[in-house]
């Protein structure tokens, strides 16, 4: 529910001054954004009847919100600033356009989430399921991108379990995925994306896993 530092464009981001005490979000409410901390400071607590705890105090460079912004699960802590606290809201529209602007921002962000989700209970296994998709079709389309323009991209598949971390069962499937939607084929222990096509294909379904596994 926390993280690193997450890029910033103000230009395209909404920018929020909120009093201390100021509740931003409920545990269980529905979202579709996340939260950069500017400045100040935002305090993560869950429980419930009056029984709260304390989870994480996040400063200045810290996101916070993003699971229910990749996984379209609802809030799984209540966050309040603790003191007078600027933030910039990404809503899911704005995360996609970041996306295509910097890959590299999807990367750190899945990173970070990964890290969190490894030490997390079963609550949450089937998000980071839906991460470990992100993250293979991320390096898919890293790939594609670095390609010459017009020729099919091809790569292994052991290799592409490497380069993105996720286990062969995820790899696997995924890959299936996308051969059925036509984003790639796969055969021998290889895959071929299919030049500029393919690589539109995978960019319209990494849009789909960040925002809501909806396949």
Do not use: K, N, Y
């Amino acid at each position: 529910m926390t993280g690193g530092t997450a890029p910033r464009d103000p230009a395209r981001l909404h920018e929020r001054r909120l009093s201390a005490g100021t509740v931003i979000f409920r545990q269980g409410d529905p979202g579709d954004d996340m939260f950069v901390v500017t400045a100040g400071r935002v305090r993560l607590t869950i429980g419930s009847g009056g029984h709260e705890t304390v989870i994480g105090t996040l400063e200045a460079g810290a996101f916070f919100g993003e699971m229910t912004l990749l996984g379209g699960v609802p809030r799984s802590a209540t966050a309040v600033a603790a003191t007078d606290t600027t933030l910039l809201r990404i809503g899911r529209d704005v995360f996609a356009i970041m996306m295509q602007d910097d890959l590299e921002v999807v990367f750190r962000m899945l990173e970070t989430i990964r890290g969190r989700l490894a030490a997390s209970d079963e609550r949450f296994e089937t998000l980071a399921a839906r991460i470990e998709r992100a993250r293979v079709i991320a390096e898919l389309l890293r790939r594609a991108l670095a390609g010459d323009d017009g020729f099919p991209v091809t790569g292994s598949v052991g290799d592409l379990e490497s380069a993105c971390g996720a286990s062969t069962d995820a790899v696997a499937a995924t890959l299936a995925a996308l051969a059925g939607d036509r984003g790639l084929t796969v055969g021998e222990g290889r895959f071929t994306i299919a030049g500029p096509d393919g690589a539109r294909r995978l960019a319209e379904s990494l849009v789909r896993a960040l925002a809501r596994d909806r396949d």
